[in-house]
């Protein structure tokens, strides 16, 4: 939507009096800060990022890093490979991560399609049940690992507590330590934390929808369900696309909480997991800065595919 | 308004009581088990029964845990500063000045703000030992900006594009600076989405985990996510849960506080930063 302001905006009769002149210097000079600092903060880093990938780096001496090309991606010596790309660890990495994103996102999307209806609805004491809602957004990622790694324990925990009370479980389960379950314990702790997230940006879509052509559909005598998905769901699609594209993005780079609630365990190891392992543990920059770029390339690209064809669908949309 | 069957409304007040717990539980139980200590922990209760401070004496006592809660408080009040003025004065330029390059510039910092922070973790890390700030404030401020650099300029755009031209039409005919029309037309208006976006901003850096874990490495540097995460006990399968979960709750009573009482400004601020995106 901006590049359509932004082209009617420049389209106007370029006339450069003096003062449009002055207005422009002195935009540069109030950009030229953050410009600065993005660049220093962003931009350097990630170059020196891709540039280790493509070196032997350690992390006890960077100094002595030497150019070795593609071998931190793949290298043949005897006969046998190295490299990220045959490398199995990393390759666990990435199914973990895509299987983390996929399911914990889908998850949310349906929980937070479902938070963002009641919400929608009108009952009492609906403001106190929005604040509650976001009290799993406000408590930090580390805090509500922490919280959950107590609420998952296998001796004392209160969900085997829970569970078995209800006669749904006969024996405690180690919920983060067994491969059978670690992966869906970090998916329940991440859909309790950020569903909230996507509900309120499904809920602002649907406090967007006209009401007339629910009266219209109420006085045809058409069924809610059937109202729901003929006429809300295709309505509220877009800002349920972006939300899902926004937690998809920020789940697959996931970190802290896999970090905090099962640790460096390979079941479930997502690749900034298994990145910072190589750099920091193993000390192995170049390897671990090579795992890094590929990451990046990953979101880049579907970043890039995103906006790209978000903006054909906005442009499409505007008349 | 529609009327609503007995039994539909008994369902929705059902769905609404479930959203409820799922969402407040896990903070009720931190809370019971933060006033719980010894063997008394390690009995799962539902409803207060005891009230035993001492897990949130000794969570200071046994680590520079006061000092971690400035460290935050620091740090992240700094990087919120830093932000907003960068921000303020960026989104000027890019929202009320046309100029080539606009678009690309744009689609730049929003690009940036989808970083995997992993990224850029060894650029970084080789830069804060550059500069000689490794395991220090300074160190986590610098790496910070990058969550809420990008964030900040992209919400503050979207605003400022909102205003109406006029304002400025005005100020500009005086002869006004750029400056001076920032900081005596914008400003002043601009309160309402700078306390947003700068507690958004709080937010994030006081969350920030994957940096402050690794450019700091005593636990007088530490912030308070990475002081939790690594409360450790005499073993390690022996974690002091009393305490962490005490710690857990005095750096967590703080943030829900905020967003209840900025619960609106917080939810137009996500969904301007999201939806606009």
């Not at chain 1, 010596?77 to 199995?88: K, N």
């Not at chain 1, 295709?234 to 899902?244: D, G, H």
């Not at chain 1, 909480?257 to 990145?275: E, G, P, W």
């Not at chain 2, 719980?36 to 949130?56: A, K, M, Q």
């Amino acid at each position: 939507m901006s590049d359509i302001a932004l082209t009617t905006a420049t389209a106007a009769p370029a006339r450069r009096s003096r003062l449009s002149q002055s207005r422009l210097r002195s935009a540069w000079l109030f950009l030229t800060p953050m410009i600065v600092v993005l660049a220093v903060v962003a931009g350097w880093p990630l170059l020196r990022t891709i540039w280790f990938g493509f070196t032997d780096a350690n992390l006890s001496d960077l100094s002595a890093t030497q150019f070795i090309g593609l071998e931190n991606y793949y290298s043949v010596y005897d006969g046998e490979t190295y490299g990220l790309i045959v490398d199995p660890s990393w390759w666990n990495a990435v199914w973990n991560t895509i299987w983390f994103s996929a399911v914990s996102v889908s998850i949310e999307t349906a929980l937070g399609l479902i938070v963002a209806l009641v919400l929608n609805a009108n009952f009492r004491g609906r403001a106190l049940v929005r604040a509650a809602v976001l009290i799993p957004w406000a408590i930090p990622t580390i805090v509500s690992a922490k919280m959950w790694g107590w609420m998952l324990h296998d001796q004392f925990g209160v969900l085997n507590d829970i569970l078995m009370g209800i006669g749904l479980l006969s024996q405690p389960v180690a919920w983060t330590a067994d491969p059978q379950t670690a992966m869906w314990a970090v998916v329940m702790v991440d859909v309790w934390k950020t569903t909230p997230f996507m509900a309120l940006l499904i809920l602002a879509g649907l406090q967007m929808l006209p009401a007339d052509c629910y009266e219209a559909a109420r006085v045809d005598g058409i069924h809610p369900v059937k109202v729901f998905f003929k006429v809300t769901l295709p309505l509220i699609r877009p800002a349920i696309m972006v939300a899902v594209i926004f937690r998809a993005l920020d789940a697959l780079r996931i970190f802290d909480l896999i970090y905090v609630l099962t640790s460096n365990s390979s079941d479930t190891m997502s690749m900034s997991v298994y990145a910072r392992q190589q750099l920091v543990d193993f000390q192995e920059v170049g390897y671990g800065s090579a795992a890094s770029t590929l990451l990046f390339l990953v979101i880049a690209a579907l970043t890039i595919a995103t906006i790209t064809l978000g903006k054909v669908r906005l442009g499409g949309e505007m008349k | 308004m529609m009327r609503r069957s007995p039994l539909k409304t008994l369902g929705l007040y059902a769905l609404v009581a479930a959203i409820v717990v799922f969402s407040v539980f896990p903070f009720y139980y931190a809370i019971l088990s933060s006033f719980r200590s010894g063997s008394e922990l390690f009995t799962v209760t539902y409803w207060p029964s005891s009230f035993d401070p001492s897990n949130y004496i000794s969570v200071f006592a046994e680590q520079p845990f006061a000092r971690n809660i400035l460290n935050s408080v620091a740090v992240a009040s700094v990087v919120v500063g830093l932000s907003l003025f960068l921000g303020v004065t960026a989104a000027y330029a890019l929202a009320r000045v046309s100029f080539r390059g606009r678009g690309v510039l744009l689609f730049t910092i929003l690009s940036v703000s989808m970083f995997p922070q992993v990224a850029v973790l060894s650029g970084m890390f080789e830069l804060i030992r550059l500069l000689g700030i490794y395991n220090s404030l300074p160190g986590l401020v610098l790496s910070n900006l990058i969550l809420t650099l990008p964030f900040t300029v992209w919400v503050l755009t979207t605003f400022m594009r909102e205003l109406p031209k006029e304002l400025e039409e005005a100020a500009v005919v005086d002869g006004a600076s750029s400056w001076v029309i920032v900081r005596h037309v914008f400003l002043p208006l601009m309160w309402p989405a700078l306390v947003t976006t700068g507690l958004l901003a709080f937010i994030a850096a006081w969350n920030e985990f994957l940096f402050a874990l690794t450019f700091t490495l005593s636990n007088d540097m530490r912030t308070v996510p990475v002081a939790i995460a690594l409360i450790t006990g005499a073993s390690q399968h022996e974690l002091p849960w009393g305490n962490i979960m005490a710690a857990s709750v005095i750096v967590t009573v703080p943030l829900v506080v905020l967003v209840l009482i900025f619960q609106r400004k917080i939810v137009s601020g996500l969904t301007a930063g999201a939806v606009k995106g």
